[in-house]
């Protein structure tokens, strides 16, 4: 498949309090009662995973302190990118750590770093190409790790959320629930020339891409089933995010795709709610509440790189509160009795993006001795994102922390995340949240944020940490 153009920076908002995404395994699978952390609070590479049959790469975070009976979740790259990219880019793991789920990162090696969407192997079930090698990575942690097989989720970006919306097709029996950024419909992405028994990945389909696939509710439906003949299960809820100026993937997809999965999961073309949130217009089908069966997001003013807000998703799924004591997904028959009429795409409308109110966070009680800052920006013509690593290099934990830094060009800080942030003039200070303020000796904490510059981001000096300064690495 022709890659997709590269999603630069994936640019994190978070509104409120973090949570995290997770997939389900396929299958029923044999838990183990207890397994060692794969190497706690890290990225880690996992091989012989299963038969593979993408070739793709497995990276695992398995935060230092696990949940009982955790939740687990695939965050699928863009093209271009790698899961390494999407660890470091994307706060998944910051929710992990808060929530304490298990984070699969699968990475593909083809040209252009997409994911195969396309091909005859890889619209079906167990075909053999990366949705089948996905679901191998589910069922290794499964195997390994106490996990709650109802709390799976999936989630990506551009080609990953095209391989999202697939898997949810194809994998209804191990998915609960998909967040889906900037992607098109199941199979949209299916070519006259992917033949069935081949391995080879499929072309490109400026078709879709370009919104020129435009089909009924039931077609884009019976496409999705399918992925899967004969299944007659509930089927996984599903969250759509899409920018209304996509230049990549036409934002008539989004629509399409809202047409599908209505019909998929048996609802209303009519939406149960429609909530304009500064440049987002949300739309709740089937129910209203945060984890409706299925929410639909238009961002106004928005291009193919739009921002990924994590902590929605993960309210979606429902993995910011404790297990539910009944399963998650749907009960609806997916099978529909009437051809639903085709719906337009959403219209969003435009207001102020609204301002987050800062919480307070405990006092600093002891002083950091000596400390490091790493400092890393995704940037574009007038903003940035920000990911700072704070180290403790003290031999004494700190309990309760604040750093400080001064922006030499101007940059505003305007969203952050894992850090309560103020700034006047150019002293910006950070303080920590309520779930990490404590950092071990040798230890450390990551935050981030976004912000804007006027042309010129040089990084900020003067770091210091509970009033002691700290070198910049």
């Known amino acids: 498949m022709h890659p997709l153009r590269a999603l630069r920076t994936v640019r994190r908002r978070i509104t409120a309090v973090v949570a995290a995404l997770t997939v ?20 880690v590479e996992v091989s012989g995973f299963g038969t593979n049959p993408g070739g793709l790469r497995m990276h695992l975070f398995v935060p230092d302190r ?49 994911f195969d969407v396309s091909s005859a192997n890889a619209l079906v079930r167990d075909g053999g190409s990366d949705p089948q090698s996905i679901v191998q990575m589910v069922r290794h942690v499964q195997q390994r790790y106490a996990t709650d097989t109802r709390r799976v989720f999936v989630t990506g970006v551009s080609s990953g959320a095209m391989t999202t919306q697939l898997l949810l097709a194809e994998y209804p ?30 072309g490109w389909n400026s078709e879709c891409a370009q919104g020129r696939r435009v089909q009924s509710a039931e077609q884009w439906g019976d496409a999705a089933r399918a992925t899967y003949p004969g299944y007659t299960g509930a089927r996984p809820r599903v969250q759509l995010w899409h920018g209304v100026n996509d230049e990549t ?16 999961l048996g609802l209303p073309s009519t939406p149960s709610s429609t909530e304009t949130l500064g440049n987002r ?14 929410e639909a997001n238009s961002l106004a003013g928005t291009s193919h790189n739009l921002p990924v807000d994590a902590a929605a998703a993960i309210r979606f ?27 337009a795409s959403p219209t969003p409308t435009v207001s102020p993006t609204p301002t987050v109110s800062p919480t307070t966070s405990p006092t600093p009680t002891t002083p950091a001795g000596a400390c490091s800052v790493g400092w890393s920006v995704n940037q574009w013509n007038t903003g940035f994102t920000a990911n700072v690593t704070v180290r403790n290099t003290s031999t004494a934990p700190v309990s309760g922390w604040t750093l400080t830094w001064t922006f030499p060009s101007g940059q505003q ?32 904490v990551q935050i981030g944020f976004n912000g804007t510059h006027g042309g010129t981001n040089a990084a900020p000096t003067g770091f210091a940490l509970n009033g002691s300064a700290c070198s910049l690495v």
Not at 249 to 264: C, D, F, K, M, R
Not at 415 to 444: D, E, F, H, K, L
Request: aromatic share 8%.
């Open 24 to 43: 389900a395994a396929a299958g029923g699978v044999a838990l183990t009662a207890t397994a060692p952390p794969a190497q706690a609070a890290s990225l």
């Open 66 to 114: 696990l949940a009982a009976n955790p939740g687990v979740l695939v965050v699928v790259h863009y093209c271009t990118g790698s899961a390494q990219a999407m660890y470091s880019g994307a706060q998944f793991d910051e929710l992990a750590s808060q929530h304490g789920f298990i984070a699969i990162y699968p990475s593909t090696n083809r040209p252009g770093s997409c």
């Open 173 to 202: 029996d191990v998915f609960a629930a998909g967040s889906a950024f900037a992607g098109v419909p199941a199979t949209c992405f299916a070519t006259n020339g992917a033949k069935p028994g081949t391995t080879a990945q499929a």
């Open 249 to 264: 993937l036409s934002y008539v997809n989004h629509g399409e795709a809202i047409e599908q999965w209505t019909n998929v």
């Open 281 to 294: 217009t949300r739309q709740r089908f089937g129910g209203t509440g945060d984890q409706a069966p299925l």
């Open 317 to 343: 799924f429902g993995l910011d509160g404790p297990a539910p004591t009944t399963s998650p997904t749907p009960t609806v028959s997916p099978t529909p009795t009437v051809s639903p009429t085709p719906t």
């Open 413 to 444: 800080v305007t969203q952050a995340w894992s850090s309560v942030v103020t700034q006047s003039g150019a002293q910006v200070t950070a303080r920590n949240a309520a779930w990490n303020g404590t950092i071990p000796a040798g230890g450390s």
